[in-house]
């Protein structure tokens, strides 16, 4: 992945980037061809492993890689405007771009089978989306038969992390000027997301 010298992470930042990924697209390179799901998942810091699951009947857990898996997750990407740089009205030399928050994860993909690992992947996934509700929803709280055959339709996939490679490109190279614009801009748009990211960036870049 190409990633400018300013856009770069640091390990420790990596590494935080990794143990909070949620979702992305699994790719796989196999004597069929690239194959890719998308799915949630949650990382198992004790064996450094992304876990998820997909479908039995989706090919691709099947299918023989050919070389190491890739996981993408882009948690946060948005549209930036030039018309938000307080320099489009001093110079005027500004142009489109998008910002986003990316990461790939290389690895060995090992596929389970094996009812307890599911259930356990399963419920790890949901307690990790369901934590900060008022009442969230456990896998206990569904009928027992009506889980075993829920767990009987998927398949487990586990990325052992060999390799992680993670740039954010979210407007840290512009001026305090230009930054404040790309908030106010994000937020016009109802992109709350990308700009509490960019905002978190910049505190961060201040310590």
């Given at each position: 992945?190409?990633?400018?010298?300013?856009?770069?992470?640091?390990?420790?930042?990596?590494?935080?980037?990794?143990?909070?990924?949620?979702?992305?697209?699994?790719?796989?390179?196999?004597?069929?061809?690239?194959l890719s799901t998308?799915?949630?998942?949650?990382?198992?810091?004790?064996?450094?492993?992304?876990?998820?699951?997909?479908?039995?009947?989706?090919?691709?857990?099947?299918?023989?890689?050919?070389?190491?898996?890739?996981?993408?997750?882009?948690?946060?990407?948005?549209?930036?405007?030039?018309?938000?740089?307080?320099?489009?009205?001093?110079?005027?030399?500004?142009?489109?771009?998008?910002?986003?928050?990316?990461?790939?994860?290389?690895?060995?993909?090992?596929?389970?089978?094996?009812?307890?690992?599911?259930?356990?992947?399963?419920?790890?996934?949901?307690?990790?989306?369901?934590?900060n509700r008022a009442?969230?929803?456990?896998?206990?709280?569904?009928?027992?038969?009506?889980?075993?055959?829920?767990?009987?339709?998927?398949?487990?996939?586990?990325?052992?992390?060999?390799r992680l490679e993670?740039?954010?490109?979210?407007?840290?190279?512009?001026?305090?000027?230009?930054?404040?614009?790309?908030?106010?801009?994000?937020?016009?748009?109802?992109?709350?997301?990308?700009?509490?990211?960019?905002?978190?960036?910049?505190?961060?870049?201040?310590?």
């Amino acid at each position: 992945m190409y990633i400018p010298r300013h856009f770069s992470v640091e390990d420790p930042a990596a590494q935080q980037f990794l143990e909070n990924l949620q979702s992305g697209h699994l790719v796989t390179n196999t004597a069929q061809g690239m194959l890719s799901t998308m799915i949630p998942v949650t990382f198992d810091k004790s064996s450094r492993s992304v876990i998820g699951h997909v479908a039995r009947g989706n090919t691709q857990w099947s299918e023989k890689t050919t070389q190491e898996a890739l996981f993408i997750s882009v948690p946060v990407d948005a549209y930036i405007s030039p018309s938000w740089y307080a320099s489009k009205q001093e110079h005027g030399k500004v142009v489109p771009t998008w910002d986003y928050m990316l990461a790939h994860v290389y690895g060995e993909l090992i596929i389970h089978d094996d009812v307890d690992w599911l259930r356990k992947a399963v419920s790890d996934l949901t307690d990790s989306f369901e934590g900060n509700r008022a009442k969230p929803w456990k896998l206990d709280d569904a009928p027992e038969d009506y889980v075993a055959g829920q767990l009987r339709a998927i398949v487990g996939i586990e990325l052992k992390v060999a390799r992680l490679e993670v740039s954010f490109k979210m407007s840290q190279n512009k001026t305090k000027a230009d930054l404040d614009g790309v908030i106010a801009g994000l937020r016009a748009d109802n992109r709350e997301d990308a700009a509490s990211k960019i905002e978190v960036l910049r505190t961060e870049g201040k310590k």
